[in-house]
């Protein structure tokens, strides 16, 4: 039996090394190779084309910028669509697990998952399965049985100014940073301050997140 080979993708050397002394034991599972940021991972993933990668959602560099695990995700698999890609993290909340499911990602297993639930979720997604567990079944029901939002008498996060609403329907329109400078004619830096002022006003990890709750709001 061929075994599946695995990409794991985390910024955190412990939690990589911890994954894969998971898998030693596993016959049919092989580790290939390691990534510690998103940009890592799209090029591992373009040279060692593994079958699955275990992606961290936030993967940013020391500084705070990089690519994270959703934009990764969706970058990859814009080139290589057979790769199954499993989520991994500590946020369980709805933000989190639309923007992976809307990546393209094909499970979602919280960091601390019992060893089975891993190892199930990893032979789901390379036998091209999505398994997001009852947990996310249930989220989705929810989230799809509550009615749409029909008030429209105050814009959207008046908590935000209208500069950083700006950036913020950029942000879910896709833009990198380098885009909405030149667009705005802002420098890179500036855009960097209002990308973090954004995120802690809404309370929100990372640019999925930010651009989930943007088009839920109707920001595009």
Do not use: C, W
């Amino acid at each position: 039996m061929d075994k599946i080979s695995l990409l794991i993708a985390d910024d955190h050397t412990l939690v990589r090394q911890g994954l894969s002394a998971l898998f030693l034991t596993t016959p049919d599972i092989e580790v290939i190779g390691e990534a510690a940021t998103g940009d890592e991972a799209i090029a591992k993933a373009a040279e060692l084309k593994p079958d699955v990668i275990l992606m961290d959602i936030q993967m940013p560099r020391p500084d705070g910028t990089g690519m994270n695990g959703i934009e990764a995700t969706r970058q990859i698999l814009q080139t290589q669509p057979g790769i199954g890609i499993v989520m991994v993290t500590m946020l369980d909340d709805d933000n989190s697990v639309f923007a992976a499911m809307r990546a393209g990602a094909r499970g979602y297993i919280l960091k601390g998952a019992d060893k089975a639930d891993v190892l199930k979720t990893i032979r789901a997604a390379a036998a091209g399965e999505a398994l997001f567990g009852p947990g996310i079944a249930r989220r989705m029901m929810n989230f799809f049985r509550e009615p749409p939002k029909t008030e429209a008498t105050s814009p959207a996060f008046p908590e935000l100014t209208e500069r950083e609403r700006e950036i913020l329907t950029l942000i879910a329109q896709g833009q990198s940073n380098a885009a909405i400078a030149e667009r705005l004619v802002i420098s890179l830096k500036t855009v960097s301050n209002h990308i973090s002022n954004i995120f802690n006003k809404l309370q929100v990890a990372d640019r999925a997140q930010a651009a989930i709750r943007a088009r839920e709001a109707g920001l595009r």
